[in-house]
């Protein structure tokens, strides 16, 4: 069965740092594009990252330079560096393959 499993969420302080994790099963892994989306309270669903299965990486404005997608082929898993948080990055994250498949979501709440 495909399954996408995200982790990593919870809440930190304006300025710091979290590491979302996205562990997939059901799928060959290493041959999917995948991404990290965000929504905020009051917001549409917005494409935070990218990566392709080549490792070619894209970002939002908003948060390039403070986030890193990063993959793990040989761990099934997907990643999300976050730094230097601000309030405005609080929503539900999720993981997704470029072929439409989604995770659950994790809960990232900034606030001090």
């Known amino acids: 069965q495909v399954q996408l499993v995200e982790s990593g969420g919870g809440l930190v302080q304006p300025g710091g740092s979290l590491r979302l994790s996205c562990t997939a099963s059901?799928?060959?892994?290493?041959?999917?594009?995948m991404a990290w989306y965000r929504q905020g309270p009051g917001k549409e669903r917005e494409l935070v990252a990218r990566?392709?299965?080549?490792?070619?990486?894209g970002y939002a404005d908003s948060v390039k330079g403070r986030f890193t997608i990063s993959r793990d082929n040989a761990k099934n898993t997907l990643y999300l560096q976050m730094n230097s948080l601000k309030t405005e990055d609080t929503a539900v994250y999720y993981c997704?393959?470029?072929?439409?498949?989604w995770g659950q979501g994790t809960q990232v709440t900034v606030s001090s």
């Open positions: 997704a393959t470029m072929t439409g498949i």
């Open positions: 990566i392709a299965r080549v490792g070619a990486t």
């Open positions: 059901g799928i060959v892994f290493s041959i999917n594009g």
